[in-house]
C-alpha cells in the first residue's frame, strides 16, 4: 500500500464549478499538508500549506486536513479554465521526507 | 529574485553517457531534493540533503549520484547505469524539513 493515495483522475468540470481534489495517507505521524499546482512542462507550484487539523482558506482555494480519518481535500470555488493542471498533494513529518501522491489531472471547460 | 534555478531546461543523453543536471538556489534553505517524475505517475525521490555535505537515498536512488558542497547547489548525476533515465526531473529546497518546499522549472532528459 502507497503512504499517500490520490485518485488520478482525470477530472473535467465546467467553469464555475466546485472542484474537489482528495488524498488519503497510511502514516499518522505526518505533520504538515501541501498542495502543489502543476502547469504542462513546469515546476510544481505551492499553493497551500498546513500543519494541522482544520480548514484553511486563500482566495478561491480551500486546503481542508482530517487527521482522524487521514484525509486531506483541496476545494476550488467558482473553477476558471486557467485552473486545469495537475494537482498533487504532499505530506510529511517533521525530519522525514517529503512524500508526493500521484497527482490528480483536473481540466476546466469554458 | 529569489529562487530555484535548474539547467537545462532540455537535455539529450547518449546511450552509456553520464550527464550531470544543475539545481542552484539562493533561498538560503538548508534542506534540498531531486524528484523524477514520468507521464501519469507522481514524484518519486531520488536523493535528499538536509545539511552541507550530507545527503541520503530516496526510493530510486540506484544509477543517480549527487553532492551537496555548497548550500546553494545541489547537482544530480545520471550515470550510465541508470537504465531508463528518459524523464523530466525536478529539483526543490526547503527551510527546513517541515516546512514549504519550493520547485524549480524542471529539466527534461531523453536518452537518444
Known amino acids: 500500500q502507497k503512504e499517500v493515495e490520490q485518485d488520478p483522475g482525470p477530472l473535467s468540470v465546467p467553469e464555475g464549478a466546485i472542484v474537489s481534489l482528495n488524498c488519503t495517507y497510511s502514516n499518522s505521524a505526518f505533520q504538515y499538508f501541501m498542495w502543489y499546482r502543476q502547469y504542462s512542462r513546469k515546476g510544481p507550484e505551492l499553493l497551500m500549506y498546513t500543519y494541522s487539523s482544520g480548514n484553511k482558506e486563500d482566495g478561491r482555494f480551500t486546503a481542508q486536513v482530517d487527521k482522524s480519518s487521514k484525509y486531506i481535500s483541496l476545494f476550488i470555488r467558482d473553477s476558471q479554465p486557467s485552473d486545469s493542471a495537475t494537482y498533487l498533494c504532499?505530506?510529511?513529518?517533521?525530519?522525514?521526507?517529503?512524500?508526493f501522491g500521484q497527482g490528480t489531472e483536473l481540466s476546466v471547460k469554458p | 529574485d529569489g529562487g530555484i534555478t535548474q539547467s537545462p531546461k532540455y537535455l539529450f543523453r547518449k546511450e552509456g553517457q553520464n550527464v550531470t543536471l544543475s539545481c542552484e538556489q539562493n533561498l538560503n534553505h538548508d534542506a534540498m531534493y531531486w524528484y523524477r517524475q514520468d507521464p501519469g505517475q507522481g514524484l518519486r525521490l531520488i536523493y535528499y540533503s538536509q545539511i552541507v555535505n550530507d545527503f541520503q537515498k530516496g526510493d530510486i536512488a540506484e544509477g543517480y549520484s549527487v553532492s551537496r558542497e555548497k548550500k546553494e547547489s545541489f547537482p544530480l548525476t545520471v550515470t550510465s547505469a541508470q537504465k531508463n533515465p528518459t524523464a523530466f526531473y525536478l529539483c526543490a529546497s526547503q527551510t527546513g524539513l517541515g516546512t514549504e518546499a519550493f520547485f524549480g522549472q524542471g529539466t527534461r532528459l531523453t536518452v537518444v
Open positions: 504532499a505530506m510529511g513529518n517533521q525530519g522525514g521526507k517529503l512524500i
